[in-house]
């Protein structure tokens, strides 16, 4: 009887022209917090698949507390006491939290008891959440607990989390790192799936490099430095990112003026009063905890909502009752969250992908697609932005996360906007990648560009913000210089505590 | 333990695109054999009926020909739509009332053998069919009604128009009192393309149809932003694509073709309006989109496909009088085997073993 909870021995995957999966061997403990890290495309998602059952090893042994067992689908996975969070969750948006769990419970379709056994799992964990809201209004961290808690009702022995810290604030985090402990401690195995180095070394007790489809090594996360652990993953050191100093335009060129509007959404937050501006040759940070009215700020920014002209101004031009195509013929771009379904089609090709919001581009003549200059816009971005792909012609949903992100951040860029709006540019995205798009935005906006970011990573709004003000509940802090204020502050004021937010509502 | 299973293609395979029709034509010749077979039949004599006999003659080609022609254009006209997410399942009523307002220039001025009569019902056929689409159009944009039941409601009250109106106002004063127009003048009908036979030189129109739609459908961005609008409705709003012109232009398209069918069927075979126009060429359209793949030239394989099976039928049933279940099974056989064969080229098969 072995000592293992899961014990892989020489799991490949092979896809058509990729090795996935190369060989790898890891052995997880019993309440052991083990780390998989690596870049994107380095095989992390699909080695947790295939210990989930949604992917089937083209070869390779997975030994579950010493036995050699065969995981067929996730079904089975679960009746193993498997759980598995993914990055992009699967949960269904029309109907309600308790309901989106039934449905993956096995036994008596009772939802009212479902929903007393989700209340108390949820107090007992410290992770808050109405089983009766629609799932849809609910905020991407919200959606998380969700698929936590419905892991957790199945009582499992080993779960999985796939980048489950993207979204959420440093509280929240340390939340979701007491209830793991907690987990662990109870004998319950993690595998824990990131590239964020300081989690890692905060969190795993073991860490287990994969890189390009092969584990390069184990290392116990908590005895070597970030860096280490960074040129391990990498294979090479991090790029850094540089910013030029700050030429600011005159005038602001995107301004929001006591904007107030309500949402569309009933659980939605409603936005009072707030206002901001961004000049030219910055980049405005806006912090916040999800849920607190960026979604339907963007939405206002970006014209797929209106307010009133006045509310929204473009170099001192009222375009806030313009609709999305009128701003983007003024120069603003949008890099949108959701990257599958709204930033860029799922089932065309990214030439086509690039078409549809670079036609304007000179992509378009008389009505009439230029096939070939829209194939060579997506080449060049495709080369630009290093997007790994097979090329113009590749359907966006077989890109990974990160180099999809690439492709999107690329194009909104290549536009030469006067004003990019970009929201959570770096979610689930690597190391490598994300330090790319930084440093494109940065470099955006030292062209005379004004960026707008909204992300939930305060690390990354300290890493490219020139200013940073934060969202809570409808309403804007006024913002800061970065080097003015700290986490902690920020910290202070996504949490609703501070002078900023004092005024009367 | 055996275990077959359907895995995504990382991409789409093209040479698919061509294998599975294949592949599909294979599986039916297997099992309607068997079914042939089940009943006495030769299968390979019965199989040349159904397939080859149709079109054994010039007369049988012209007839397949007439009959596809109305399906591939009414096709075309759904495809668009259906791209766009606009689903049209009335195009037998925007095929009736095209064919009523073609018919009626016909009957008001076919008297004057004017040339100008045949284009002005062309152009009155698609007007018909349009006027009929805005219906549903207007009240989606403007109430966010479900287009699929608007439109196949309005096929009844079309049906009943029709009815009406060759029972009524428009009904043959010499026609003893039949429920019919009177029979429509030569200047307002098609010529025939070869003398005797009943096809006609409407078939330009759908000729002319498959290119415009092809080209709309592949290379304008018109028809670019339908289908980014029908594939990722928040992508289309996110790139500022105008949703409600997209249900227009889907509605208004399906609604052209569908009246200019109607018209090209009155001033055609038909020569005159009688209660029923069509032998449900607007529903067996949906098939011909989805057997097309919902490209222009699929639905011109896929218009052809259909009408040859309608006239396979018939000759199956006339020479072997075979009863129509079993025609129906064999054509049912034929569209499932099809459509199944399309998950190929998405998605491969791999046998596991447990």
């Not at chain 1, 996975?77 to 992009?88: D, F, N, S, T």
């Not at chain 1, 202070?492 to 509502?505: D, E, I, N, R, S």
């Amino acid at each position: 009887m072995s000592a293992y909870r899961l014990e892989l021995c020489g799991v490949t995957k092979r896809y058509p022209g990729i090795v996935a999966n190369d060989g790898i061997s890891l052995q997880v403990g019993p309440g052991e917090i083990h780390a998989v890290l690596g870049e994107n495309g380095a095989g992390k998602s699909t080695l947790m698949k295939i210990i989930y059952g949604a992917v089937e090893a083209d070869s390779g042994d997975v030994l579950w507390n010493g036995e050699k067992v065969k995981i067929a689908n996730p079904a089975a996975a679960r009746r193993l006491g498997i759980g598995m969070v993914y990055q992009h969750f699967s949960l269904f948006e029309s109907v309600s939290v308790v309901e989106n769990i039934a449905v993956a419970m096995s036994g008596r379709f009772d939802l009212p008891a479902l929903s007393t056994r989700i209340v108390r799992l949820s107090e007992r964990y410290g992770l808050p959440v109405d089983p009766n809201r629609l799932l849809h209004h609910l905020s991407v961290g919200e959606r998380q607990r969700v698929e936590i808690i419905r892991c957790l009702l199945q009582n499992p022995k080993l779960l999985i989390l796939d980048e489950p810290t993207s979204v959420l604030t440093p509280q929240a985090v340390r939340r979701l790192f007491e209830v793991l402990r907690t987990l662990a401690a109870e004998g319950c195995s993690i595998l824990y799936i990131s590239h964020k180095l300081d989690e890692i070394r905060e969190l795993c007790d073991t860490a287990t490099v994969l890189r390009s489809g092969r584990v390069v090594g184990t290392a116990s996360p908590k005895l070597v430095s970030a860096a280490e652990l960074a040129r391990f993953m990498v294979g090479a050191e991090l790029p850094d990112v540089h910013r030029d100093p700050v030429a600011l335009t005159p005038h602001p060129r995107l301004e929001a003026i006591g904007l107030s509007a309500r949402s569309d959404d009933p659980f939605g937050t409603d936005l009072s009063d707030l206002s901001l501006a961004v000049h030219g040759g910055e980049i405005l940070g806006i912090a916040g905890v999800s849920g607190n009215g960026q979604g339907e700020l963007l939405s206002l920014l970006s014209g797929e909502r209106t307010a009133s002209a006045d509310m929204i101004q473009l170099d001192g031009q009222p375009v806030g009752d313009l609709p999305v195509a009128d701003r983007r013929a003024l120069g603003v771009a949008f890099v949108p969250e959701e990257r599958l379904g709204r930033g860029a089609v799922p089932t065309i090709s990214l030439a086509d992908n690039g078409l549809l919001t670079a036609h304007a581009d000179g992509l378009v003549k008389r009505g009439f697609i230029d096939r070939q200059r829209v194939a060579g816009f997506a080449k060049a971005i495709i080369s630009q932005f290093g997007v790994k792909c097979t090329g113009p012609a590749a359907l966006a949903h077989s890109l990974s996360g990160g180099n999809l992100q690439k492709f999107i951040v690329g194009r909104e860029i290549s536009l030469s906007p006067r004003v990019l709006i970009v929201s959570q540019p770096t979610w689930g995205v690597d190391v490598a990648a994300s330090a790319f798009i930084r440093q494109a935005l940065i470099d955006l906006s030292r062209s005379g560009a004004a960026v707008l970011v909204i992300s939930e990573e305060l690390e990354e709004l300290f890493q490219i913000s020139d200013r940073i003000a934060v969202i809570y509940q409808g309403r804007l802090s006024r913002a800061t210089s970065r080097t003015a204020t700290n986490v902690e502050e920020i910290g202070l004021l996504m949490a609703g505590v501070g002078p900023a937010f004092q005024t009367a509502a | 333990m055996m275990r077959i299973v359907l895995e995504p293609r990382p991409s789409p395979l093209p040479f698919m695109r061509i294998v599975a029709p294949i592949i599909a034509l294979v599986l039916t010749v297997i099992v309607s054999s068997l079914l042939f077979l089940s009943l006495g039949l030769n299968p390979l004599s019965t199989l040349e009926i159904f397939f080859i006999e149709p079109l054994s003659t010039l007369n049988g080609v012209s007839e397949w020909l007439l009959k596809a022609s109305p399906l591939i254009l009414i096709g075309l006209g759904i495809t668009i739509g259906i791209r766009a997410n606009v689903w049209n399942i009335g195009a037998e009523g925007m095929f009736t009332v095209g064919a009523i307002a073609a018919g009626w220039l016909a009957i008001t001025f076919g008297g004057g053998n004017h040339i100008w009569l045949l284009p002005a019902m062309i152009l009155a056929g698609a007007l018909g069919g349009m006027a009929w689409a805005a219906i549903p159009a207007f009240l989606k944009v403007k109430a966010n009604a479900n287009e699929i039941l608007v439109t196949l409601m309005l096929n009844y009250v079309a049906a009943l128009i029709l009815s009406y109106l060759v029972n009524g106002p428009m009904q043959d004063p010499e026609g003893m009192n039949y429920p019919q127009t009177a029979a429509f003048d030569p200047s307002a009908m098609f010529p025939p393309l070869v003398e005797g036979m009943r096809i006609n030189g409407s078939i330009v129109i759908t000729v002319v149809a498959v290119i415009l739609a092809w080209l709309f459908l592949d290379r304008s961005f018109v028809g670019f932003q339908m289908s980014v609008g029908g594939a990722a409705p928040a992508a289309a709003r996110y790139a500022g694509f105008n949703q409600s012109r997209s249900i227009w232009v889907g509605l208004l398209v399906s609604g052209a073709t569908a009246g200019l069918a109607g018209m090209m069927e009155a001033a055609g075979p038909l020569g005159q309006l009688t209660p029923v126009l069509s032998p449900g060429y607007g529903f067996t359209a949906i098939i011909v989109a989805f057997v097309g793949r919902l490209t222009p030239i699929g639905v011109v394989f896929g218009g052809l496909l259909l009408s040859l099976l309608y006239l396979g039928g018939e000759a199956v049933q006339m020479s072997l009088s075979l009863p129509a279940s079993v025609t129906r099974t064999f054509q049912g056989t034929l569209l499932f085997f099809l459509l199944a064969a399309d998950v190929l080229i998405l998605y491969r098969i791999r046998i596991r073993r447990r």
